[in-house]
């Protein structure tokens, strides 16, 4: 029986994904090995590195006009794949970008049915305009998925709006970060300024613009360069006003679908699905909406998911997949015992390190000890941008110097960065204004005003957190480690931010020593193996 689906991802995010009886074995992205972020390169190259390329069935791709083809600019990729599928006696699929998107947010999910949305900063897709099918830039899609199927309800060019692009723009233009490739897309510093600014006061210029990027309507970059330079306090108003401005036009974007659609469930994906104040204020928008899920890789490195999910379902008709609680994000690889203890060996015949054997109480009592900061190293990496336990570093969201220790003496970033918490899944009713599930910290909700004060560290300036709710189902150990500490410290929570400083989230082992050592966290934990690391002193 043919059961293996490759999906390949070649532009900027490269990655590929297999699924094995429609589920997801492994999924890896170039740039946790490059240690540069967002870059492009041959997904297959990095498949056959990591995975038997001889057991792969079928291929699956996104599609990209000519010039910038597999064929056009991995002519070896191309072949390959080729000559393998020829091989195997299967075949090669080729699948729009929107397509993806929309498959990987509705086949993770857990819906029968659901309308399905992306919005991102733009990707070629085949479409249907009528009289023939065309190859077509979109930045936006609407769709109803049910059971198998995949039905486009609506698809916005790039010349209607384009959130992504114009949100690029004033991350590059007004507030003077990164964009992209290769220091990543720091559009998420901006959506945390906003919180300290007053979004009505440059609101009505932005949200005139309508998030079209053209020459005769776009935003003035210049003019609030200027004023984002003026200062600290003004930066946060242009932030505001952004935010505020693309809530509201996603908003009333999505409305005449919902009302029309009357889905009860909306799947969300797209690089703009990683705005987690929205899709946190989007759970009560729409009247008869109770559920809104978004995948856990919403951005291009998740494309190659959604194309294998698509031929799984839709073209080769398998059923879908029922997921025990949540379609898992830990899909990266897993190291074993000898190359951890082979690793650190190495580390401490330098003498750098030192290592004990330790159990997860004897974490979370360190933990709760002078200010603590400690990483953990576990099982397969998360994919996506937030590590979600397996590639942390964890810390006391009770002390209220724990924030600026850790911005300033680990991850090197902005003052304002909040961190998150990792929260029980059954505790959430008690600390948040919302109870919902949030397994891959899709939603930014409002704590209780009443428990605030318990966990200072990862409080946003108006109240609010980008939650990881856990359950065992989830990730066996980090929930049972949350279990522990919750006997320790009184709470069910634990600040939790990705395991790196600046660069990709750690993978290897190698990379886990050599982040450690460059900053000053206290402690680096082998969770499997119940090794706890320090520096040599």
């Given at each position: 029986?043919?059961n293996k689906?490759a999906g390949?991802?070649?532009?900027?995010d490269?990655?590929?994904v297999?699924?094995?009886e429609?589920?997801p074995?492994?999924?890896?992205?170039?740039?946790?090995?490059?240690r540069?972020?967002?870059?492009?390169?041959?997904?297959?190259?990095?498949?056959?590195e990591?995975y038997d390329l001889?057991?792969v069935?079928?291929?699956s791709?996104?599609?990209?006009p000519?010039?910038?083809?597999?064929p056009?600019?991995?002519?070896?990729?191309?072949?390959?794949m080729?000559s393998t599928?020829k091989?195997?006696?299967?075949q090669i699929?080729n699948?729009?970008?929107?397509?993806?998107?929309a498959a990987?947010?509705?086949y993770?999910s857990?819906?029968?049915?659901?309308?399905?949305?992306?919005?991102?900063?733009?990707?070629?897709?085949v479409?249907?305009?009528?009289?023939?099918?065309?190859?077509?830039?979109?930045?936006?899609?609407?769709?109803?998925?049910?059971?198998?199927?995949?039905?486009?309800?609506?698809v916005?060019?790039?010349d209607?709006?384009?959130?992504?692009?114009?949100?690029?723009?004033?991350?590059?233009q007004?507030f003077?970060?990164?964009?992209g490739?290769p220091?990543g897309?720091?559009?998420?510093?901006?959506?945390?300024?906003?919180a300290?600014?007053?979004?009505?006061?440059?609101?009505?210029?932005f949200?005139?613009?309508?998030?079209?990027?053209h020459?005769h309507?776009?935003?003035d970059y210049?003019k609030f360069?200027?004023?984002?330079?003026?200062?600290?306090?003004?930066?946060?108003n242009?932030?505001?006003?952004l935010?505020k401005?693309?809530?509201?036009f996603?908003?009333?974007?999505?409305a005449?679908f919902v009302k029309?659609e009357?889905?009860?469930?909306?799947?969300?994906?797209?690089?703009v699905a990683?705005?987690?104040v929205?899709?946190?204020?989007m759970?009560?928008?729409?009247?008869?909406v109770?559920?809104?899920y978004?995948?856990?890789v919403?951005?291009?490195g998740?494309l190659?998911?959604g194309?294998?999910?698509?031929v799984?379902?839709?073209?080769?008709?398998?059923e879908r997949i029922e997921?025990?609680?949540?379609c898992?994000?830990?899909?990266?690889k897993t190291y074993?015992e000898?190359?951890?203890?082979?690793?650190?060996?190495?580390y401490?015949?330098?003498?750098?390190?030192?290592k004990?054997?330790a159990t997860?109480?004897?974490?979370?009592?360190?933990?709760a000890?002078n200010?603590?900061?400690?990483?953990?190293?576990?099982?397969?990496s998360?994919?996506g941008?937030?590590a979600?336990?397996?590639?942390?570093?964890?810390?006391?969201p009770r002390?209220?110097?724990?924030?600026?220790?850790?911005?300033k003496?680990?991850?090197h970033r902005?003052w304002y960065r909040p961190?998150?918490?990792?929260?029980l899944?059954e505790s959430?009713?008690?600390?948040?204004?919302?109870d919902?599930?949030?397994?891959?910290m899709s939603?930014?909700?409002?704590f209780?005003?009443?428990?605030?004060?318990?966990?200072?560290a990862?409080?946003?300036?108006?109240?609010?957190?980008?939650?990881?709710?856990v359950?065992e189902?989830?990730?066996?150990w980090?929930?049972?480690?949350i279990?522990?500490?919750?006997?320790v410290s009184?709470?069910?929570?634990?600040l939790?931010t990705s395991?790196?400083?600046?660069?990709?989230?750690?993978?290897t082992?190698e990379?886990a020593l050599?982040c450690?050592?460059?900053?000053?966290?206290?402690y680096?934990?082998?969770?499997d193996y119940?090794?706890?690391?320090?520096?040599?002193?």
């Amino acid at each position: 029986m043919k059961n293996k689906v490759a999906g390949l991802h070649f532009s900027h995010d490269c990655s590929f994904v297999v699924l094995n009886e429609g589920c997801p074995e492994i999924h890896l992205e170039l740039e946790r090995f490059l240690r540069i972020k967002e870059p492009a390169g041959d997904a297959l190259k990095l498949l056959s590195e990591n995975y038997d390329l001889s057991t792969v069935d079928y291929f699956s791709h996104g599609y990209e006009p000519e010039q910038w083809s597999i064929p056009a600019l991995h002519p070896y990729a191309h072949a390959l794949m080729q000559s393998t599928a020829k091989k195997n006696d299967t075949q090669i699929y080729n699948v729009g970008h929107h397509q993806c998107h929309a498959a990987n947010a509705f086949y993770s999910s857990n819906f029968d049915e659901a309308l399905v949305v992306t919005i991102d900063g733009g990707g070629w897709d085949v479409i249907n305009l009528g009289d023939q099918d065309r190859e077509i830039s979109l930045t936006a899609t609407v769709w109803k998925g049910k059971d198998r199927k995949l039905t486009p309800l609506k698809v916005f060019r790039d010349d209607n709006f384009n959130i992504g692009v114009v949100w690029s723009q004033c991350t590059k233009q007004i507030f003077g970060m990164s964009s992209g490739y290769p220091q990543g897309n720091q559009c998420g510093s901006v959506m945390a300024m906003a919180a300290f600014g007053d979004s009505t006061k440059y609101y009505d210029e932005f949200a005139s613009n309508q998030f079209v990027h053209h020459p005769h309507r776009k935003i003035d970059y210049q003019k609030f360069r200027k004023i984002a330079d003026s200062s600290e306090n003004e930066s946060f108003n242009v932030a505001a006003a952004l935010q505020k401005s693309t809530e509201d036009f996603v908003r009333n974007l999505l409305a005449p679908f919902v009302k029309q659609e009357k889905s009860k469930n909306i799947c969300f994906s797209g690089g703009v699905a990683l705005n987690s104040v929205m899709m946190g204020k989007m759970l009560k928008w729409f009247e008869g909406v109770e559920n809104i899920y978004v995948c856990p890789v919403p951005y291009d490195g998740g494309l190659c998911i959604g194309a294998a999910q698509l031929v799984w379902h839709d073209v080769l008709g398998n059923e879908r997949i029922e997921w025990q609680d949540n379609c898992t994000p830990y899909l990266g690889k897993t190291y074993s015992e000898d190359e951890v203890t082979s690793t650190l060996k190495r580390y401490e015949d330098l003498g750098l390190v030192k290592k004990r054997s330790a159990t997860t109480c004897d974490v979370a009592n360190l933990l709760a000890e002078n200010d603590n900061v400690i990483s953990v190293f576990s099982g397969g990496s998360e994919s996506g941008r937030r590590a979600l336990g397996n590639r942390s570093i964890l810390a006391d969201p009770r002390s209220p110097d724990m924030k600026n220790i850790i911005n300033k003496k680990v991850k090197h970033r902005q003052w304002y960065r909040p961190f998150a918490p990792s929260i029980l899944r059954e505790s959430v009713a008690d600390w948040f204004t919302t109870d919902v599930s949030s397994p891959y910290m899709s939603f930014v909700l409002q704590f209780k005003e009443e428990v605030r004060e318990k966990v200072p560290a990862v409080v946003h300036a108006d109240g609010s957190a980008r939650l990881q709710t856990v359950t065992e189902n989830d990730n066996k150990w980090y929930y049972t480690f949350i279990k522990e500490w919750e006997k320790v410290s009184g709470v069910p929570i634990v600040l939790n931010t990705s395991f790196n400083d600046r660069e990709p989230i750690v993978e290897t082992p190698e990379h886990a020593l050599n982040c450690f050592l460059k900053t000053e966290i206290d402690y680096l934990y082998f969770a499997d193996y119940g090794l706890l690391v320090e520096k040599n002193s």
